[in-house]
């Protein structure tokens, strides 16, 4: 591929919003490298969507220890894109990575130990050929480690440099309330939670959205689009390349028929607003100020510029609210 430089339109193009209260401010869609970035992905196919990203106004960049498959290489892919693409726009991105489920063998490899975290951390930050990122997650609660191990471990990160801030991934609201008092404890502020929610996924409503609010920190969606179940691509069944055909994937093509009907009742709404239906998906979720960002992700260009253009459209009537309520609790 050719040499890049980024678009000098890049920052007319979508809001930044404040996380929580700190002094960071996010991008409204994040892009995500769960899939699409691996080993066996296409190498030039990631690098476009990651240019793509940056030209049109995405800061900000979220991996995992264990992103691939296999594990690690979309740490690695994404460092050589930096190197080779990124190098003069370091100060322009947010990178994130996260430690807390299965990486290696033997009793450090997973979980919440200070072991675990700090010698994880260590090792993304080979991987990506980086001296810190932004914000280093606690991927999952660790029902076995004192809160206050896995906490001292991200507050070491911290003033070692390795990160500048540091969240917490998949914490219930009770458990948000206690990650963020310890770590306030320790003088490392509480950046930001990412949790699963979307309209097939709304169990943060219950107690997380007030929470989030309470202690002053963001809230990072993930999965916005339910791994694709919300978008078009499953409204005539389950095609080629797809995530749920592919056999390495975490969406079941019993997931896809149970949410058949729905999905067509809920893509008419979406035509009737002039969107697609991954469009009203993620304005759906932005329409609550709780959320900072919504962290999609893409298998080309085409899906990150669709649903960037969700941002043109973020109001919703109150009986467009009620027939996607009425349509999701049936
Ligand atoms: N903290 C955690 O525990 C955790 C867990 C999971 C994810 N995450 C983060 O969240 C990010 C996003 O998760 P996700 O990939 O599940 O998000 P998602 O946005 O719900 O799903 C993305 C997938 O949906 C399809 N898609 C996206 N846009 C589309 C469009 N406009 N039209 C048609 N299909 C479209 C693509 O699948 P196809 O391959 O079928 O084209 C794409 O790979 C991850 O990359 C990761 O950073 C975090």
């Known amino acids: 591929m050719d040499c890049y430089k980024a678009s000098n339109n890049?920052?007319?193009?979508?809001?930044?919003?404040?996380?929580g209260i700190s002094g960071l401010r996010l991008p409204l869609l994040s892009l995500g490298l769960w899939h699409n970035f691996g080993g066996v992905d296409a190498f030039e196919n990631g690098r476009s969507i990651l240019r793509y990203a940056f030209d049109n106004g995405i800061t900000h960049f979220d991996l995992?220890?264990?992103?691939?498959?296999?594990?690690?290489?979309?740490?690695?892919n994404f460092g050589k894109i930096l190197k080779s693409d990124f190098k003069a726009y370091r100060d322009e991105m947010i990178i994130s990575t996260k430690a807390g489920y299965i990486m290696w063998n033997g009793p450090y490899g997973n979980w919440g130990s200070k072991k675990h975290l700090v010698a994880s951390l260590d090792q993304s930050l080979k991987r990506m050929g980086l001296d810190y990122v932004d914000i280093f997650y606690h991927h999952r609660p660790d029902p076995d480690t004192p809160i206050e191990e896995t906490m001292a471990?991200?507050?070491?990160?911290?003033?070692?440099?390795?990160?500048?801030?540091?969240?917490?991934s998949n914490y219930n609201a009770e458990e948000t309330i206690e990650a963020v008092k310890v770590l306030k404890q320790m003088g490392t502020p509480c950046l930001i939670n990412q949790i699963k929610y979307s309209m097939f996924e709304r169990w943060v409503e219950d107690a997380l959205l007030d929470a989030v609010e309470d202690a002053g920190i963001g809230l990072i969606a993930f999965s916005p689009l339910a791994q694709g179940l919300l978008t078009d691509k499953y409204l005539n069944g389950i095609p080629e390349n797809s995530r749920a055909a592919k056999s390495l994937g975490f969406l079941k093509e019993e997931q896809v028929i149970n949410a058949s009907a729905k999905i067509r009742e809920l893509n008419e709404i979406a035509v009737a607003r002039g969107q697609s239906l991954?469009?009203?998906?993620?304005?759906?979720?932005?329409?609550?100020?709780?959320?900072?960002?919504?962290?999609?992700?893409?298998?080309?260009?085409?899906?990150?510029?669709?649903?960037?253009?969700?941002?043109?459209?973020?109001?919703?009537?109150?009986?467009?609210?009620?027939?996607?309520?009425?349509?999701?609790?049936?």
Request: aromatic share 8%.
């Open 10 to 19: 890049r920052y007319g193009k979508t809001e930044y919003k404040r996380c």
């Open 64 to 76: 995992a220890n264990n992103y691939g498959p296999p594990p690690g290489s979309a740490e690695e």
């Open 153 to 168: 471990a991200l507050d070491r990160i911290v003033r070692q440099g390795k990160a500048l801030y540091v969240g917490i």
């Open 278 to 330: 991954a469009q009203m998906a993620i304005a759906w979720l932005l329409k609550d100020k709780r959320i900072t960002s919504v962290l999609v992700g893409a298998s080309s260009v085409q899906q990150l510029e669709d649903n960037l253009a969700a941002t043109d459209y973020l109001t919703f009537s109150t009986e467009e609210l009620n027939e996607i309520d009425e349509i999701l609790n049936r």
